[in-house]
């Protein structure tokens, strides 16, 4: 009986650890995701922004990406940050996004985040 129950119990601490360490992850990448957004809206305002980067979080390293569209329903542009890591062989990424003037004024820009 013992020897079902104790590799059942293990595998299932694991896949738990897994969990939270795939959270902790996920909650680091966004605080990056969002700060980064901050940065680029204010270099934005100035024309200093870049488009790709990578940045550390503790030990862990963040590719980010960032990318402007016009958005679809009015004379607005999206601007998006995402931010990718590793977890185990996998890739996982978040962003966060944000309305800018089309003009490049940041007075008025409202921020959105999602996972």
Known sequence: MMAIIIPVAMEGMSIASRAGIL??????AMRVAERLLNELVVEAG????????????????YPWTMRTENWSEDALQQMTVTVTFTLQGQNYDVSASTLL???GTVETATATASL
């Open 23 to 28: 959270g902790q992850r996920k909650a680091a």
């Open 46 to 61: 100035t024309q200093q922004a870049t488009a790709s980067g990578n940045l550390a979080d503790g030990d862990v390293s």
């Open 101 to 103: 003037p089309a003009s």
